[in-house]
């Protein structure tokens, strides 16, 4: 499975997001791309369909192999950072949004989020002081 996806930081928290099928488990905005779509394209395709926002400057910030967390099964996502070009409501599939700093530990957050993404923007809050976005 491939999925496309933004890390979107505001005041040092990460967006993420929960759906309506498991509305216990949290990731970043992004989704699959179609079989035609360029992976800009996906990502912009579903951050307005399910958050109502482009993405603004995004850049590539990694790749990250993992097992989807409810289906468990092979997924690569490429993650973008990026800003928004506005405030993000839940719309489509989306249940909640949370602007999280990772270290809440009574929220459930996908492992490739909370094992990969996380860890790379904290160390570059570290280095920088402030958020990358």
């Known amino acids: ?4 996806a ?3 930081v505001q005041e040092e928290r990460l ?17 699959k791309p179609d ?12 951050l307005d369909e399910e958050l109502g926002v482009q993405p603004l400057e995004p850049r590539f910030l990694t790749d990250v192999e ?12 490429t993650v973008f950072e990026a800003r928004i070009s506005r405030t ?4 489509a599939e989306l249940a909640d949004l949370k602007w999280v700093s990772g270290h809440e530990s009574d929220l459930r957050i996908a492992p490739a989020v909370r094992g990969h993404v996380l860890p ?3 160390l570059a809050f ?6 990358t976005c």
């Open 35 to 46: 079989a035609d779509e360029e992976p800009m394209e996906a990502l912009t395709r579903d």
């Open 66 to 77: 993992a097992l989807a967390a409810l289906e468990g099964v092979p997924m690569k996502t």
């Open 1 to 4: 499975m491939v999925v496309i």
């Open 15 to 31: 967006l993420v997001v929960s759906k309506q099928a498991a509305p216990e488990v949290f990731y970043l905005p992004g989704g």
């Open 6 to 8: 933004a890390a979107i």
């Open 88 to 91: 993000p409501q839940p719309a």
């Open 120 to 122: 790379l923007l904290s």
């Open 126 to 131: 570290n280095v920088a002081g402030h958020p």
